[in-house]
């Protein structure tokens, strides 16, 4: 059982907007910021959203985040087939010495 | 370029001690505020981290792992090696490595996976 909590599924149609939530604790979401993980079918995850809300060079700026108290949002607008994939959040949790803390991922389907 | 690549058995037997090695390039182990993770990730489950270690060698592990695990780095040959004892079946999965970016200020600790390797499938079978 994962420390964050999201969604398992998510799903869209091309062009609608969908939303991932994450929710955490003080000790992680409420205390650190966070990122979002972006896992394509049978490759490696690749960074998505970091520090709540910025995104690396090189991704679509229809992909934002949020954060409020101890949970956090992915929004993707404009949906496209290519996003088809799963989606974690992870955080810095500062309990127990401090040690990174995933979402369980959710899977997200363009209908 | 920065690039990170795993390397290490495909096939250990349960109780077994197991050691990847991640070689990395296109930044140093010794720049400031960046490190290196493990993480892995279970057939078909979601991802788990594992340990970290960071450029002033400040390392950091999992607490459910904790007493399996040693992370260490020699930054003259870009490595870090992760060593997990006594393996067993539950242990299967690809095991990533991932570059670090972290700092601290008043907002908290931003800490993230910037770069990944392309993962390493461990099967853990007798």
């Known amino acids: 059982q994962s420390v964050l909590t999201q969604p398992p599924s998510a799903s869209g149609t091309p062009g609608q907007r969908v939303t991932i939530s994450c929710s955490g604790s003080?000790?992680?979401?409420?205390?650190?910021?966070v990122n979002w993980y972006q896992q394509l079918p049978g490759t490696a995850p690749q960074l998505l959203i970091y520090s709540n809300n910025q995104r690396p060079s090189g991704v679509p700026d229809r992909f934002s985040g949020s954060k409020s108290g101890t949970s956090a949002s992915l929004a993707i607008s404009g949906l496209q087939s290519e996003d088809e994939a799963d989606y974690y959040c992870?955080?810095?949790?500062?309990?127990?010495?401090?040690?990174?803390?995933f979402g369980g991922g959710t899977k997200l389907t363009v209908l | 370029q920065v690039t990170l690549k795993e390397s290490g058995p495909v096939l250990v037997k349960p109780t077994e001690t197991l050691t990847l090695t991640c070689t990395v390039s296109?930044?140093?182990?010794?720049?400031?505020?960046?490190?290196v993770s493990w993480i892995r990730q279970p057939p078909g489950k979601a991802l788990e981290w594992l340990a970290h270690?960071?450029?002033?060698?400040?390392?950091s592990y999992s607490p459910s792992l904790k007493s399996r695990l040693t992370i260490s780095k020699d930054t003259s040959k870009s490595q870090v090696v992760l060593t997990m004892s006594n393996m067993d079946p539950v242990d299967t999965a690809t095991y990533y490595c991932a570059r670090i970016r972290h700092y601290y200020d008043s907002s908290g600790f931003y800490y993230r996976f910037d770069y990944w390797g392309q993962g390493t499938l461990v099967t853990v079978s007798s």
């Open positions: 296109g930044f140093s182990l010794s720049a400031a505020m960046m490190g």
């Open positions: 003080i000790s992680n979401i409420g205390s650190n910021t």
């Open positions: 992870a955080a810095w949790d500062d309990s127990l010495s401090g040690h990174v803390v």
């Open positions: 270690i960071f450029s002033n060698d400040e390392k």
